[in-house]
């Protein structure tokens, strides 16, 4: 009989390919070990970064570790600062941004899982 382990330590997440200085590595997901319903990334959104309006098709938590995240969420403003949390719906629009000086170090968790078909971007 062969003994499974009824756990997995993640030592080597995947590190997600970007072109803006954005670091994202996905703990637990669809690239990192095939999960569809969730996805664990660590995140570090440098000075100056943003992303385009999005739609996403799943509800998104982030945790905010170290700096200052901003999001504008249909027409509100919110900046979330470390040790501050949010949840955001599915289907909701947005956008994520750091226009600070310092970089964002944040966890985010996205249910069901993240991937590029399920999120809705708009143009630039």
């Given at each position: 009989?062969?003994?499974?382990?009824?756990?997995?330590?993640?030592?080597?997440?995947?590190?997600v390919?970007?072109?803006?200085?954005k670091?994202?590595?996905?703990?637990f997901?669809?690239?990192s070990?095939?999960?569809?319903?969730?996805?664990?990334a660590?995140?570090?959104?440098?000075?100056?970064w943003?992303?385009?309006?999005?739609?996403?098709?799943?509800?998104e938590?982030t945790?905010?570790?170290?700096?200052?995240k901003?999001?504008i969420?249909?027409?509100?403003?919110?900046?979330?600062?470390?040790?501050q949390?949010?949840?955001?719906?599915?289907?909701?629009k947005?956008?994520?941004?750091?226009?600070f000086?310092e970089?964002?170090?944040?966890?985010?968790?996205?249910?069901?899982?993240f991937?590029?078909?399920s999120?809705?971007?708009?143009?630039?």
């Amino acid at each position: 009989m062969v003994n499974k382990k009824k756990y997995k330590v993640q030592t080597s997440p995947f590190v997600v390919p970007t072109h803006d200085g954005k670091l994202i590595e996905e703990h637990f997901g669809l690239a990192s070990d095939g999960n569809s319903s969730i996805s664990i990334a660590h995140m570090v959104a440098p000075p100056g970064w943003s992303e385009p309006f999005q739609t996403p098709e799943f509800d998104e938590y982030t945790f905010i570790i170290k700096g200052k995240k901003q999001f504008i969420i249909e027409d509100e403003t919110i900046i979330l600062k470390a040790g501050q949390s949010i949840k955001v719906n599915r289907h909701t629009k947005l956008q994520y941004s750091n226009p600070f000086t310092e970089p964002c170090e944040y966890i985010a968790i996205c249910l069901l899982a993240f991937s590029m078909d399920s999120v809705n971007r708009e143009n630039q």
